[in-house]
C-alpha cells in the first residue's frame, strides 16, 4: 500500500517579482554571453563582409581582380626562381590585439567573459607560427607532400604608434554594446575601429570581441590599392583592415573556448584571409581560390566530423582536402597550407601596397647564433634603447633592478624576432642600473649609467 504524503504547500511569486527576475536574467545573460550553438554557427563571415566592403567602395572589387592578375603574372614569371631558391625570406608581421568588451567589472579572464586574459592571447600567437611554419612536433606540422611552411610568422608589437613599449595588446571598456556585426545596417567593424585602431600599413590589427549571429570572425582581403579613390569621408578599408574574431574562438587551452573551434584555428584561417587566400570552393560550388593544388571543393565541411569526403566536381570525385586551414572543418581536423597557398600569401605580401608597406615599416635587425644585448647611448639623461638579437622568434623579458637588486622595471615580450626596445626610465635618479635580458634559452645583463 503506498504511503500517504501531504500535500507540500509552495507560495506563488508574485508577477511583478517575475518580472525583476526575468528581468535580471536576461541583463546577465547579455553581460556574461551566451555560448555558441553548434547547429547554427556561422563558421566564417569574410566572404559576407566582403559584400559589405563592395557596397561601401564601388571600386574595391577591380582592386581585387588586378592583385590577383599581378598574383598570377608574378607566379609565372617567377616561380622557378622560389623553386631553387636554397634560402628564403622570413616575413615577420607585428601584431596589434585589441580587446573590446562590456565587462563593468573589468574582470580579465574566465568564463564567459571578453575580456580576455593576455595569457589566451599568448596561446594564439603561438598557434598562427605553429601552423604557419609547420613546426614539428606540434598541431601545425603534417607530412603532406603538398603541406608548406610558408615562412611568415607573427609576434605581439613591441611599440605602439607614438614609440612607447607595449606588450601588443590593448584593453577597451565599451558598455554601449554587448556584442559586433557587419552587414544588416550594422557598421560593427567601423565601431570597432573608432575604438580601437593602429595604422593598418604598420601592423595587422586583431579585434578580439563578442561577436552577434554566432560568426566566429571577419577579416578584409587585400586588394592592390594603397588608399581609397577620392570617396571622401565614407573611406573606411584603412581602418577597418585586419580581422574581427569571436573571443569564444581565440587561443587555445582554455577551458571557456568553443568545443569544436578551441585549437586557434578560426584567427589562422582569418589570417588566410587577410594575405589572400580564398576558401577552396572559391565561395561557389566548385569554384576557383586561384590556387593550382588545391583539389576542387563542392563541401567545406561545416560539421563536428574529421571524416574523410568527397567533391563531385568532376566525371570521377575526387577527395577533398578536409585538413586545409581554408576549410570550415572543426579545428582538431587542420594542419595544412598547401605549396600553392604559401606562394599566394608570400605574394600578396609584395604586391599589395597595405601588406607590402607593413612589412617594408619593420626595422629588421641581423640575427645572431647568441643572445647579444646592447644599450645605448650609456650613460644617459633620457630613455635608452636596448638592441636584442638573436634568430629567430623567442620569448624574452626585460628587467631593470638598482645596486640593491630591487626590480623597477619589467615588460615580457612573447615570440618576438630580434628586436629594438626603448626602456622608459628617465625618471629615474642617477646611479647605476643593470639591464637584463632573459629569453628561453639565455640571460645577458649589462650596466646601465644614468646621469
Keep these: 500500500m503506498a504511503s500517504f ?14 518580472g525583476i527576475y526575468f528581468g535580471l536574467l536576461f541583463l546577465t545573460q547579455i553581460a556574461e554571453g551566451q555560448p555558441i550553438d553548434d547547429r547554427q554557427v556561422n563558421r566564417c563571415g569574410t566572404a559576407d563582409y566582403e559584400q559589405v566592403l563592395q557596397k561601401r567602395d564601388p571600386f574595391r572589387q577591380l582592386d581585387r581582380t588586378e592583385l590577383n592578375r599581378q598574383i598570377e603574372q608574378a607566379s609565372k614569371g617567377g616561380k622557378s626562381a622560389r623553386q631553387s631558391a636554397t634560402t628564403e625570406t622570413i616575413y615577420r608581421i607585428p601584431v596589434v590585439v585589441h580587446i573590446v568588451h562590456n565587462n ?8 564567459n567573459n571578453a575580456n580576455i586574459s593576455d595569457e589566451q592571447v599568448y596561446s594564439q600567437i603561438k598557434v598562427l607560427n605553429e601552423d604557419f611554419r609547420r613546426v614539428a612536433n606540434t598541431n601545425g606540422f603534417n607530412t603532406s607532400p603538398v603541406g608548406a611552411d610558408t615562412g611568415i610568422e607573427f609576434f605581439l608589437a613591441q611599440t605602439d604608434p607614438q614609440g612607447n613599449p607595449t606588450n601588443g595588446i590593448t584593453r577597451h571598456y565599451y558598455p554601449q554594446q554587448a556584442a559586433f556585426t557587419v552587414g544588416t545596417g550594422s557598421d560593427g567593424d567601423i565601431l570597432l575601429a573608432q575604438i580601437a585602431y593602429w595604422p593598418s600599413n604598420r601592423y595587422l590589427n586583431i579585434w578580439v570581441t563578442d561577436l552577434q549571429n554566432n560568426y566566429l570572425g571577419f577579416t578584409q582581403f587585400p586588394t592592390s590599392a594603397d588608399t581609397l579613390k577620392g570617396l571622401g569621408p565614407t573611406d573606411t578599408n584603412e581602418l577597418v583592415d585586419g580581422s ?8 587555445r587551452g582554455f577551458s ?17 584571409h587577410w594575405l589572400g587566400l580564398l576558401h577552396p570552393n572559391g565561395d561557389s560550388t566548385c569554384g576557383d581560390d586561384h590556387v593550382q593544388d588545391t583539389p576542387p571543393t563542392d563541401n567545406l565541411n561545416q560539421s563536428v566530423f574529421c571524416r574523410d569526403l568527397l567533391a563531385n566536381c568532376a566525371a570521377v570525385p575526387n ?21 600553392g597557398q604559401k606562394e599566394r600569401m608570400r605574394a600578396v605580401l609584395q604586391l599589395s601596397p597595405r601588406r607590402a608597406a607593413l612589412i617594408r615599416s619593420l626595422d629588421n635587425l641581423p640575427e645572431t647564433d647568441e643572445l647579444t644585448v646592447t644599450v645605448f647611448p650609456n650613460p644617459t639623461r633620457a630613455n635608452p634603447t636596448v638592441e636584442i638579437q638573436f634568430k629567430g622568434l623567442h620569448p624574452f623579458t626585460i628587467t631593470v633592478t638598482n645596486s640593491r637588486g630591487q626590480r623597477l622595471y619589467s615588460m615580457v615580450y612573447p615570440a618576438a624576432p630580434s628586436s629594438r626596445i ?18 628561453d634559452t639565455a640571460t645577458v645583463s649589462q650596466r646601465l649609467l644614468i646621469e
Design 5 to 18: 504524503r501531504p500535500a507540500r504547500t509552495t507560495k506563488r511569486m508574485p508577477t511583478w517579482l517575475y
Design 104 to 111: 563593468a567589472s573589468q574582470r580579465i579572464g574566465g568564463p
Design 244 to 251: 574581427i574574431i569571436s573571443y569564444r574562438v581565440f587561443g
Design 256 to 272: 571557456q573556448l568553443h568545443s569544436t573551434y578551441n585549437l586557434g584555428r578560426t584567427l589562422t584561417h582569418e589570417i588566410g
Design 319 to 339: 577527395r577533398i582536402m578536409i585538413e586545409n586551414y581554408m576549410m570550415y572543418s572543426p579545428d582538431a581536423c587542420m594542419n595544412l597550407f598547401t605549396q
Design 422 to 439: 626603448t626602456v622608459p626610465v628617465s625618471r629615474l635618479p642617477a646611479g647605476i642600473y643593470t639591464i637584463q635580458v632573459t629569453t
